[in-house]
């Protein structure tokens, strides 16, 4: 949530930076800033708006320097208008800042009591006023940088210009990312190893604790005290996705398109090919954690997150026989749940930075948990801090709504699953073979089902006059018709839920009449029988129903439904990867017909790194 970025060249910043601030648009956009170092004082411009906002400020005031910082914002306290829009700044210093200062009314009352005056209802201004009350005192720009951060509690990223320091730049990191990167004409700041420029040869990620002093010519890292500290700057590889549109009208769109490609690029991680008796078959990678005797494994994420851990609750209970806790990252430190050291814990986040799972993780990690990741960065916070590691390989994820993260999670959540059921006996070397062969094609059944979309489009249309919503599974469909409920309210701003279908009866069924869509997920398995019984039963109110099932389930459920969307015969396996496709595609369609922002819907932001 808001995205920093900074520069120290040898060449003019502003451009660099606003590119950089354009890389970062997704997690932050409610307003967006500059200030470098212009001739021998710091110029800042600032705008409420998105990133164009900004870029006419400056068009109209143009200022350049060497030296820059930057900001694009995501409101947590105060209006997103261009006076809470960051850097803040006094005369003698510029800052932006990343986190929440929980402690910011003590601080603000203090320095209001010690004639310092604010301009802005943000926790982040009390930091260049308290930095500005320790030059008053005559500490240097590094010792009142130090004297700042022992008096902040809370998370944060920070960096800073100061008047007296114009060829420096100062950043700090607590429980908010930072990631340095190194060229030929100096460095940079980003929140986001993404957003660093083309030319960048090496980069480092600050830990927290880290305070950098960052020069054109010289890196320096100490901790909040002082003392020296090594953080090797590791050559950068070479971007693999490509960051524009590539001709779809939105980023969400492209990402859907690309989850075919996407899935068994991070199968094929996890996939090793073995010679049996003279022939070639498909196995799993060892991987060491997992193989060895797990009693109870506790699954732990946010949002989509937390619906692929719901999925993979399905999946390791009914293949691996193992029984699953599954917590919301937020609760999960909160329950005072007893843990016993055979158990485990698995941590779910695309990014690896979001806030409550890193937190949830590093409680069980002091609770002495073998802890677990799953992410899409794989030099993230959480993943330095796991005992293994399991990326995700998705590439980079522009649009707000995840897709195609949420795919690959399901990718490297069926390898946890087989190798769980493969270390306890439940997996026969020729089942494992049939069951990846299967898998690994998988992605020509995807790209099938996404070609379905003109189809989709039209049903979508029958939500697009609806306020509200109803989605409804049972099993394995159910955490796909809790995610389908998401994305619909993420990107259409329309109101909808989701139930097992099986408790429409015990409430929710109230809400149901004439004007109410109802989409049932409803592969056709063991369970189909009972969910056309609940169809019928909404029917029955008048429900408009979108039913999601194959042919023959749809053929079945005929007589009662408006719409249907049908897709193959699928295995358990299977179903979570094919029946979430046409959930995502109803929902873009339906924010695209409304004329929505999909890539960047209001209110939300990419990464969530504050509690």
Known sequence: MCGIYAAVNNTPVVNELIKGLDSLSYRGYDSAGVAVFSGNHIERRRAQGKLECLANVLYNSPIDGNVGIAHTRWATHGLPNELNAHPHMTSKVAVVHNGIIENYKALRDFLTDADYHFESETDSEVIPLLLTYFLDRGLTAEQALKSTIHKLDGSFALV?????????????????????????????????????????????????????????????????????????????QTQADVTEK?????FMHKEMHEQPKVFKRTLKHYLQAIEVQGETHLSLKPLTKLTNKISRLTVVACGTSYYAGMVAKYWIEEFAGVPVDLDIASEYRYRKMPMNMQSAALFISQSGETADTLAALQHAKQAGQTCISIVNVTNSTMANESDLVLPILAGREIGVASTKAFTAQLAALMAVTLTLAKSNGLLTHQD???????????????????????????????????????????GIAFPLALEGALKLKEISYIHAEAYPAGELKHGPIALVDESMPVVVVAPNNELFAKTLSNLREVASRGARIILVSDSQGIAQASDF?????????????????????????????????KGNDVDQPRNLAKSVTVE
């Open 160 to 236: 800073a210009i100061f008047q007296q320091s114009p060829y420096e730049l100062y950043a700090a990191r607590q429980g908010s990312p930072l990631v340095i990167g190194q060229s030929k004409t100096g460095f940079s700041i980003s929140s986001d190893d993404n957003a660093l420029p083309e030319n960048t040869e090496a980069s480092c990620h600050l830990q927290d604790g880290d305070l950098a002093r960052i020069t054109q010519q010289q890196l320096t890292i100490t901790n909040f005290y002082g003392d020296d500290i090594k953080r090797s700057l590791i050559a950068r």
């Open 246 to 250: 590539a001709g779809y009208e939105h």
């Open 432 to 474: 494992e073979d049939r069951m990846l062969t299967e898998l690994f094609s998988l992605d020509s059944v995807m790209t099938a089902v996404l070609a379905q979309e003109n189809e989709i489009k039209a049903i979508s249309k029958s939500l697009v006059s609806s306020d509200n919503a109803l989605f409804m599974g049972r």
């Open 561 to 593: 439904i408006e719409h249907a969307i049908t897709l193959p015969k699928a295995t358990d396996l299977m179903v979570p990867v094919i029946y979430n496709l046409p959930m995502q595609l109803l929902a873009y369609y339906a924010s695209v017909l």
